[in-house]
Every structure is written in C-alpha cells, then in structure tokens.
C-alpha cells in the first residue's frame, strides 16, 4: 500500500480546508447531540428540600454547597456530615449563576443533584399489603399548587401521584422546594391520556373520589364502604375543575362544605381537607374493623 505525502499547500487547498470544517461541524454536532441525551444537574435549594433528597436517595446527588458560616447552624452542620457520610463533596456555595440556581438563597445551603425518576402507572397500581391511595392532578400545572400537594399526599400516606404528560409541570426544582422535599419520597408517574390511566385504575379495583364544587354529596357523607378499598383521589385545576370526561369517570363526586363568604379553597388546601379527612375515615373503619364483636 502506498501513502501519498500531502504538502502543506495541499492541506490548505480549498477543498482540503471544506472537508476539515465539514468533519468539525459533524463532530460538534454528534457532540451536542451526545450531551442532549444527558440530562443537566439540577440545583435544590433550602435545608428540608436537601435533606430529604439525602435520605430517600432515589436520584443522583453530585455534591452539597455551603455559604461560609451557614455551618453555624446546627442543621446545617448536621447535612453536611450526612453528606460527608455518603462520600459526597461539600463546597463553597458562590456568587456563581450555577451555583445560585433558580432562588435566592437565605439558608445557603444547596444540593447538586440529577432529575428525579418517574415510576409507571402499572407499579402504583401493583396489589400491596397495606391500602392503595393515589392522587390524580387534572391540569394542575402550577409547580407551587403540585409541589404543595405532593406535600400534603406524602403527608396523608399516599402511594404516588399521577400527573398528564402535557398538562402538568416538570418534576424541578422549584416543585421540589414548593413540597419542602416531600416530592423526593413521593413517586410519580406521569402518564399521556388520564382517561385511558383512571380506567385502569378502576379496573384494579380502585374507587375514584373527585372534588366537585357542583357535587350533591358532602365530603363527610361518602359510604362507609368506599374506605374498605383502594382509593384514587381526583382534583382538578383551580377556576376550572375536573373535565367532563374526567368527571364521568368519579365514582364519588364530592363537595367541601364552607361555612363562610367565599364559597372554595385553592387545589391545595381543597386536597388537604379532601385527604385528611379520606385518612381519618379510613381509620375509623380499620379499627372499626378490628374491635371484637
């Protein structure tokens, strides 16, 4: 096999220096394309939010930040030891754009972390021991009114949470520090038609209770007989509510009773009330259950 010496003239030959550019031009865009796939960290800010992504470890974590003299605090001190604790770096929080994030930061302290995972349909549905509760969000796209209500769903004991692939927002930072960390424990699936996903859950035996401003029954007149199975909470968006076709879908259309001038509560308050008083029920009935005849 015989090489050809390429001059240096020849490496500048017009076609010589197209190809070149040509080739980089592929590279950097096989590039692009190569680090689009890898999803970019994220930032949470906020001692609970860091906390509690430490401890229920269901996404990476890449390294703690720590404005000088927030170790003072105890709390702070107490995060980066379990940081230290898990083999992760701990440095200076800075002025520096990625290392402030989307907030301002008055406890300094923040957490380098990937995205959150999102679970499918089918693993909230998977039979357990214990009783199934779900929370359905219908065009809940406030990350405030969604990170509150994971709040309040973690809180109340629920299995997860199902949200619309198109309408409700991403799982990111600022849901996160709106759940004060509750989402990281919380699991998600997120799923096309919300339709087609309660129809299934009905088919696994699910009973759906929805918030209905129009609902003829009150939330405190549902049969005691929906709390002996699993139950899928539905609540829609605030000034619209639940869909028609989602509507057709509730088995228990209930309504908040209000005692004062304004007739309703926002989608978080309304899915506190809803789900705390669904947890007492139930209670009431397990231990109504277990007491000897």
Not at 73 to 99: F, H, K, N, Y
Not at 202 to 212: E, H, R, T
Not at 266 to 285: K, T, W
Request: proline letters at 7%; one cysteine or more.
């Amino acid at each position: 096999m015989t090489l050809r010496r390429v001059s240096a003239a020849g490496l500048n030959h017009p076609l010589a220096v197209a190809d070149r550019a040509k080739n980089v031009k592929q590279s950097s865009r096989t590039r692009r394309a190569t680090e689009s796939k890898s999803p970019a960290p994220e930032t949470l800010h906020g001692v609970h939010c860091c906390v509690e992504a430490l401890r229920a470890k269901r996404r990476p974590i890449l390294g703690l930040l720590v404005k000088p003299g927030a170790e003072r605090r105890d709390e702070v001190r107490d995060l980066i030891a379990e940081a230290q604790a898990q083999g992760l770096s701990v440095r200076p929080l800075t002025t520096d754009p990625v290392d402030r994030g989307e907030f301002t930061n008055p406890q300094g302290v923040a957490l380098e972390v990937g995205p959150l995972p999102e679970v499918e349909l089918e693993q909230l549905a998977a039979p357990s021991a214990g009783p199934r509760r779900l929370v359905i969000l219908d065009g809940v796209e406030d990350p405030q009114n969604v990170g509150a209500l994971a709040r309040v769903a973690e809180g109340a004991g629920a299995r997860g949470m199902v949200l619309s692939k198109r309408r409700a927002p991403p799982l990111s930072p600022a849901l996160a520090r709106a759940s004060a960390g509750a989402i990281e424990w919380l699991p998600v699936a997120r799923v096309t038609n919300l339709t087609r996903a309660i129809k299934y859950l009905k088919s696994q035996g699910f009973w759906v209770v929805g918030a209905d401003l129009a609902a003829r029954d009150s939330l405190y007149e549902i049969p005691d007989h929906v709390f002996q199975g699993d139950l899928a909470v539905v609540l829609g968006a605030e000034g619209k509510g639940l869909r028609p076709d989602i509507q057709k879908l509730v088995d228990h259309p209930v309504r908040i009773e209000m005692q004062g001038r304004i007739q309703s509560l926002n989608v978080s308050a309304a899915g506190a009330v809803l789900l705390f008083e669904l947890l007492r029920r139930a209670g009431l009935n397990a231990d109504a259950g277990d007491s000897p005849s």
